[in-house]
């Protein structure tokens, strides 16, 4: 006979199956029948569809809908809708949805979630919708939610729930388990008991497991520990989502300036943190800032525009340089045929060098201890390649065209245009982030202007000076 645990786990499987197909995709069997029940403004039908989906679930099939289909989803659904699942959508369908909501009924959501859900929905309003909505909760609630908000974007403060389970020291085990039993205020999941003194300052903290093994006689100050790890609330998410990474961390103690505690950042949080800004820095390595899928054609455009025009600028540095050698190019037409291989293998090894770089940047793995010898393996990596690409071209060139000097020059340009592009794929993210520039937002655009400049100097120069051009 099968135990619950398989048999839940079974039903979670067949629950998968049902809404996504093997592409990881909303199945449209499921958006046809969710669509059908909206366009019939079939309630109850609805409700049993999407009952029993989880946030993350509910928040793709969300995304999946038409704009119309959304907003008629949650009106349908009123006080059922699981607002937690708009903490699983893009910014603009999320602002969608809740701009087309009253603020009465964003209040009554809010009250229903974790405070920072309910952070995260409220964060992207307007400052006057805040403050009506805010206005509208309990006075407990409201100085929590508030206190979050005040503190800075992509911060500690921002991303932290404000219920915690936090007694006194002289509490014994005993109390501290009836407390948990009995008080109906605290949070549904905790892995951690803070113990704070009368001015809730915190001084140390009990992992659940060493609750149960511990005597109820046992006064707590007599097994805490202390919290080595406590996180300032004004601490930058990432350098907060690197401490649980560093030591392994399940929640941790978020304080103030004064080292009261204030709040906990759990496990799911960071989680959500890390891939945050990890997709901000690709996309930001891209020039194309916050962008994200359900952005409208002229937002999109409106954030592609400014570093289009700094590429567009470069270009032109670009092109500049091979005016420089216009008779060159005049004399010797196999030079304009060959001109992008060099500048675009530079390019390439360039890109290479800068995405290690600016990882290793924003993990913190790259300091100026190692920096020394980063920096030599990359020019060594430059070196060794350049030879390696130099041999094959240059090959290719000298039969293509048959010309051996011809397939000398761009093997030599190679040379130099791969060691030049390391050192700039490595020393231009450490420039910018010595002057507190992101190297994910400006190392692209540096990177390949030099890569293009050099390879092209570097090629048309030496077939100048060869083929004695002037």
Known sequence: ?????????????????????????????????????????????????????????????????????????????????????????DEAIRMEIVDHLPNAQIAQAVQELDSDDAVYIL???????????????PFTERIRLRRSLDYPEETAGRRMQTEFVAVPPFWTIGQTIDYMREDKNLPDRFSQIFVIDPTFKLVGAIDLDQILRTKRAVKVEDVMHETRHAIPATMDQEEAAREFEQYDLLSAAVVDENERLVGVL????????????????????GGVGD?????????TSRSRV?????????AFLAASV???????????????????????????????????TVRALATKDLDIY???????????VGFINGIVFAVLIGIVAALWFRDPNLGGIIGAAM?????????????????????????????AVFVTTVTDCVGFFAFLGLASWWFGVR
């Open 1 to 89: 006979m099968e135990d619950k645990q398989t048999i839940s786990a079974k039903a979670a499987d067949d629950a998968y199956a049902d809404i996504y197909g093997e592409d990881g995709a909303v199945l449209s069997s499921f958006l046809a029948q969710i669509g059908a029940a909206i366009a019939d403004r079939d309630t109850p039908t609805l409700k049993h569809e999407v009952d029993h989906l989880h946030q993350s679930e509910l928040g793709d099939l969300i995304e999946a809908l038409h704009p119309e289909q959304r907003r008629a989803l949650v009106e349908l659904l009123g006080a059922d809708f699981d607002f937690s699942a708009l903490t699983e959508v």
């Open 123 to 137: 964060e992207d309003l307007e400052k006057e919708d805040q403050d009506e909505i805010l206005s509208q909760l």
């Open 266 to 285: 759990t496990i799911d949080d960071v989680v959500d943190v890390i891939q945050q800004e990890a997709e901000e820095d690709l996309l930001r390595m």
């Open 291 to 299: 962008e994200e899928l359900s952005d409208t054609v002229f937002a």
């Open 306 to 314: 400014p570093w289009l025009l700094v590429n567009l600028v470069t």
């Open 322 to 356: 091979i005016g420089l050698f216009d008779h060159t190019i005049e004399r010797i037409v196999a030079l304009a045929v060959l001109m992008p291989i060099v500048a675009g293998m530079g390019g390439n090894a360039g890109s290479q060098t800068m995405t290690v």
């Open 370 to 380: 190692n920096a020394a010898r980063i920096i030599r393996r990359e020019m060594g």
């Open 415 to 443: 040379i130099i245009n791969m060691f030049a592009a390391a050192l700039a794929g490595i020393l231009i993210p450490l420039m910018l982030d010595r002057f507190k520039i992101d190297p994910a937002v400006a190392s």
